[in-house]
């Protein structure tokens, strides 16, 4: 018998997840099948216990139930309590176990697939909802020299520079706020990507930018990535690296065996 997993959300029919896992599987030789389940916005929990009741093994968790599944999980990981979300889920023994994997996702995918250091640097990260609170303490324990976040609505941008001040330097403000300074590493954890949108942000912000990174990921670069290339940043990147990272992570909480995941990347890249 096959091991259950799948990627649980709404909607789904979009997810990249089980191709993802079924290269994993095969690359590693583990016996397992996963799947993609649409649940009712208002059936996150009902999905979830109908998984569990079939022998389920492991979920992971999109949008918008990150928050649901952190309050379902019996147990959760320090970052997946940082971040008050979950996108993995893995049952033991009564036990539903949840983490948040995709701060370091962003982490393995910056560092070692595009090669840019974090420790040492200025960080610029735009947006301050659940895609920006997921990454801000992996980034944080990468010592970075400190860490601006910045949102549209600056009150929850204030909201995490409380929360999160005692890890490192954090400052936080509007797009306008960090208009004269400069930043090393430029994240887009806006949603303004997937409408084609660009956050209000100065163009001078990218004079010395090694890096624009934007979480989102599509057939060509965002706007936001075109703007940053544009206005000075030396290199650009969405967040297709970040996605395979993030299940490479979720995969090895699952099977205790870590996938590779430059041929898959470079799969998705070609097929995007």
Same mark, same amino acid.
């Given at each position: ?24 599987? %095969? ?21 979830? #216990? $109908? /998984?569990?009741?079939?022998? @389920?093994?492991?979920? $992971?968790?999109?949008?918008? /139930?990150?928050? #649901?599944? /952190? ?15 979950? $996108? ?22 910056? #560092?070692? $697939? ?46 995490? %520079? ?37 956050? #209000? ?39 297709? @690296? ?31």
């Amino acid at each position: 018998m096959s091991d259950l997993y799948a990627v649980v959300g709404n909607p789904v029919s979009h997810s990249k997840s089980p191709l993802i896992h079924t290269i994993f599987a %095969q690359q590693t030789h583990q016996v397992m099948q996963y799947t993609a389940i649409l649940a009712p916005l208002n059936g996150f929990k009902s999905a979830v #216990e $109908n /998984f569990h009741n079939q022998g @389920g093994k492991g979920l $992971n968790v999109t949008v918008p /139930f990150k928050m #649901e599944a /952190f309050q379902l999980a019996t147990r959760v990981t320090e970052r997946a309590a940082s971040a008050q979300a979950v $996108n993995t889920l893995k049952f033991n023994n009564g036990e539903i176990l949840g983490d948040n994997t995709d701060g370091i996702g962003l982490l393995r995918d910056i #560092e070692l $697939n595009l090669g840019v250091t974090i420790t040492g640097k200025r960080i610029l990260l735009m947006g301050a909802g659940g895609a920006a609170q997921g990454v801000i303490l992996p980034l944080l324990q990468q010592k970075p020299a400190m860490l601006a976040i910045a949102n549209r609505t600056p009150q929850k941008a204030y909201a995490l %520079q409380q929360q999160f001040s005692t890890f490192g330097k954090v400052v936080a403000g509007d797009f306008t706020s960090f208009a004269n300074q400069r930043f090393d590493i430029i994240i887009n954890a806006t949603s303004a990507s997937l409408s084609g949108a660009l956050p #209000e942000i100065p163009a001078d912000i990218f004079a010395q930018t090694e890096l624009a990174y934007d979480m989102m990921y599509g057939h060509e670069p965002s706007r936001f990535l075109k703007f940053a290339q544009q206005h000075g940043a030396r290199h650009i990147a969405d967040g297709i @690296g970040m996605l395979v990272e993030q299940a490479a992570e979720s995969f090895l909480l699952w099977r205790g065996i870590r996938p590779q995941t430059i041929p898959v990347i470079a799969l998705l890249k070609a097929s995007n």
